[in-house]
């Protein structure tokens, strides 16, 4: 079974906190991607990646970073945390190519708490 | 800018009816629509994948359709179940390379009393 796997279920920060989230995917994907989901609001994009370094803004980029060293591995960083971010994360992966290939596949999600 | 919208943002049915959710979006110009169902305090779970050229697809008792020229979308539920208690997503795509352009609506949250 294909899996994309979130570390941490829930964390709690302090405002200026640096923070780490990370995404791991055993599917061979090359997109992964970020998403923030809060009440009312949807799935809004932060960052997504093609490839191994590769990285583009998504739609609300502002105070994040990420990182994708390993084609498996794609983390999310909040270099100085702030109340704001206090949301559930979302990472996602697909494959690029043929129509059918393109479904998304989510991690069970992180919770992060920002105090 | 495209923009998704599910009404209503909750709904609540007794086992057993048959329900329709609904999915609108401002620009016809898309490439797929996905539907998708998280359970509380998880991810999302992809239900069905309708392709532009097509109008609908089925799954068990679930039934997806796509109007792309009044811009909407319906997820039919039949006998619906304690288990269908969720909440639903849309999400629509322009560009079949990548998803970067995903746009999703801000769900409705289905609870089915037994």
């Known amino acids: 079974d294909v899996k994309v796997t979130q570390s941490s279920r829930y964390l709690v920060k302090r405002t200026g906190e640096k923070v780490f989230l990370e995404c791991v995917q055993d599917m061979d994907h090359e997109n992964m991607f970020w998403y923030r989901q809060d009440p009312g609001l949807g799935l809004r994009l932060i960052y997504f990646s093609y490839d191994v370094k590769m990285k583009e803004k998504g739609d609300i980029p502002e105070g994040y970073s990420v990182s994708r060293e390993k084609k498996e591995r794609f983390s999310l960083i909040l270099e100085s945390a702030s109340t704001n971010q206090t949301s559930m994360y979302l990472c996602?992966?697909?494959?690029?190519?043929?129509?059918?290939?393109?479904?998304?596949?989510f991690g069970a999600g992180s919770r992060l708490t920002v105090l | 800018k495209q923009e998704v919208t599910q009404i209503p943002a909750a709904l609540s049915v007794p086992e057993g009816e048959n329900l329709v959710l609904n999915c609108s979006f401002t620009?016809?110009?898309?490439?797929?629509l996905q539907w998708f169902r998280q359970d509380p305090g998880k991810g999302l779970t992809s239900l069905l994948l309708?392709?532009?050229?097509?109008r609908e697809q089925t799954s068990g008792r679930l039934n997806a359709s796509l109007d792309k020229s009044s811009g909407r979308s319906t997820l039919y539920i039949a006998a619906s179940q304690p288990g269908d208690s969720a909440t639903y997503l849309c999400a629509v795509r322009h560009r079949p390379r990548n998803n970067n352009d995903m746009r999703f609506g801000a769900g409705t949250r289905l609870t089915v009393k037994p």
């Open positions: 996602a992966s697909c494959q690029v190519g043929l129509a059918g290939a393109n479904v998304l596949t």
């Open positions: 309708i392709q532009s050229s097509q």
């Open positions: 620009d016809s110009a898309i490439y797929n």
